[in-house]
């Protein structure tokens, strides 16, 4: 299950884990990274977090955070806050921008439904190497039709 959290500290302690900050920081960020607030959405095991931006008042961002336990197997908890997301906002489309280099990640969308719809050029930067950002998006009638589709599948196993 997840869950909106507004505890900083748990946020920060994902966040912050060595493994966790090198995959989702850039040169410029601050070390310890200082969470501000915002919308989050929780696990109940605290393994994964994800923040939620408003980009307009139909369409938001999100940035995804898990713990290694949760690495190549978070598709689940990734669907349950997309689920969440249209279940308690208004917002129609989800996007993701993911530095080429976290493959992880760009599996994790794929996974998840997102389909890659651009890339923002030598727009982030690790280890003073300049990377592009994967632009993902995923529409809310495209999540339901999956969902429903994932639905039915299981039901005739």
Known sequence: ?????????????????????????????????????????????????????????????????????????????????????INNTAYNKVIALVPEYNKLTLRLCLKCGFEQEGRIKKSFLKNWKFYDLVLFGLTKTDFTERRQLCHQQHLQQ
């Open 1 to 85: 299950m997840v869950h909106r959290t507004s505890d900083l500290d748990v946020v920060g302690r994902i966040l912050n884990h060595p493994m966790v900050y090198g995959m989702i920081s850039d040169d410029t960020t601050p070390d310890p990274y200082e969470p501000v607030d915002g919308l989050y959405i929780m696990n109940d095991e605290e393994t994964g977090v994800v923040r939620i931006d408003p980009v307009n008042g139909i369409c938001c961002i999100v940035h995804i955070a898990t713990l290694p336990e949760l690495w190549g197997t978070a598709e689940s908890f990734v669907m349950e806050v997309i689920d969440w997301g």
